[in-house]
């Protein structure tokens, strides 16, 4: 597998609109939701939100969400993964931890204190990996639905 990793703009959203389907489904456990190339391309336009792709052979087959962010204590900023996704048929190939890895460097040239995310206690597999390359942070997450879509 010939991985490239890197940020991903509007040229993307064709790619990313099945992928971001496909996680939404495999969250949700629902029935899968047709790709949302509009969706797609706000999210890629976004002024808050970054994405980077990961591409085996150009196609993309992976995706992670982040943001910077102020991180108040420190005085720096941390970089925040929102979700992160690999698809079935790229999974076991390191794609999840070359996308980490490649946010590391991100946050080593933009100073970050420290990268973070929160992943479903119920992902066993993402967890796996996670335990394997970070330490697990001293807080607990806590949610608020407001809005629930449909």
């Known amino acids: 597998m010939q991985l490239t990793i ?19 489904q495999e969250m949700r456990r629902g029935a ?8 797609a391309e706000l999210l890629l336009a976004d002024p808050t939100a970054e994405l980077l792709g990961a591409r085996s052979d150009g196609a993309l087959v992976g995706f ?19 979700d992160i996704y690999v698809a079935p048929s790229a999974r076991d ?34 967890i796996g990996l996670y335990e394997q390359i970070a330490k697990p942070a001293p807080w607990k997450s806590y949610s608020i639905p407001i809005h629930e879509r449909r």
């Open 93 to 126: 190939h390191g794609v999840g931890r070359r996308m980490i890895e490649q946010l590391v460097e991100i946050g080593r040239t933009r100073e970050w204190a420290h990268l973070r995310w929160l992943v479903p206690e119920t992902n066993t597999a993402a």
């Open 6 to 24: 890197g940020k991903i703009g509007q040229e993307s959203a064709h790619q990313l609109a099945p992928l971001i389907a496909a996680y939404a």
């Open 32 to 39: 899968p939701r047709r790709p949302d190339e509009y969706y």
């Open 64 to 82: 992670a969400i982040f943001f910077d962010l102020p991180e108040t204590i420190t005085g720096h900023r941390a970089g925040q993964i929102d």
